[in-house]
């Protein structure tokens, strides 16, 4: 069952999609070498509750913890911890929140410092990746359409698309339907309409796309350990094309300044 949205609940989706925008540039901010990552969790979750919200992912399907904070060959869910951040860290942080009826999803992944030109690439291709998927979140395309756009995307440089985990409809919940893969084949899956609220979320790997399940029963990394990215933001599907709902600019500003 796919929920379409009013404008007034795409409003909603919206506000709490902007908060993780901030909350994840706050996050940013203090994404340091010597911090570690149960440090950042905190951060955020203080940040989401003196904001009106509470964080969505905490406590769901019993996850500990405000954030995911997936560091280097660690793809998603990564659990924070007393890890601490070094020089030439990649930093996955994904976030939730849920506030007025609705939930917020989306992740960023930020470089530590000075890291190679090769992890610099990978940053920029996955979250280019994205950004050619939600070109194809219109009414009357189909979700193949955007997965294909991500595969072909991160393909043609020679990266794995990570199958086991996928993107989602957002609203009342975390997780409606449609599922959204990161990879799949143009003109086919469940088409698109008019207030469809959907998370696209590429894992890109720099080297395999083969992933471990570790045994915290949560953290997925790749098989060879080399690293991973991942970017993920809320798209409302309008007549008009797709409307943004996590705004990158405000993340963007923060850890640029
Ligand atoms: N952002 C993740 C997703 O898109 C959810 C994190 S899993 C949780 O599916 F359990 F921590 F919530
Ligand atoms: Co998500």
Not at 62 to 79: D, K, W
Not at 187 to 195: A, D, H, Q, S
């Amino acid at each position: 069952m796919i929920y379409l949205k009013t404008d007034e609940e795409i409003e909603l989706l919206r506000e709490n999609n902007i908060l993780v925008s901030k909350t994840l540039a706050e996050v940013g901010r203090h994404i340091k070498p010597g911090v570690t990552t149960k440090e950042l969790d905190k951060i955020a979750e203080d940040y989401i509750r003196s904001h009106g919200a509470t964080p969505a992912f905490l406590g769901y399907d019993g996850y500990p913890a405000t954030a995911c904070i997936s560091v280097n060959e660690q793809v998603v869910h990564g659990i924070p911890s007393d890890y601490v951040i070094k020089e030439g860290d990649v930093v996955s942080v994904d976030l939730g929140t849920f506030m007025k009826g609705f939930v917020g999803d989306s992740a960023y992944t930020f470089a530590v410092g000075e890291v190679s030109d090769e992890v610099k690439q990978l940053l920029s291709v996955t979250k280019e990746a994205l950004y050619k998927g939600t070109a194809q979140a219109k009414a009357g395309n189909r979700v193949g359409d955007i997965s294909a756009a991500v595969q072909d995307y991160a393909e043609s440089f020679g990266y794995g698309v990570v199958r086991e985990l996928e993107g989602h409809g957002l609203g009342r919940k975390m997780h409606e339907a449609p599922g959204v893969p990161n990879y799949g084949l143009r003109g086919r899956g469940p088409l698109l309409k008019e207030g469809m609220v959907i998370c696209i979320e590429p894992m890109i790997t720099m080297g395999g796309r083969a992933v471990v399940f570790e045994r915290d029963g949560w953290t997925v990394r790749t098989r060879d350990r080399k690293p991973a990215a991942h970017y993920e933001f809320a798209v409302a599907i309008r007549k008009g094309g797709p409307d943004v709902l996590t705004d990158f600019s405000i993340i963007e500003n923060a850890i640029n300044n």
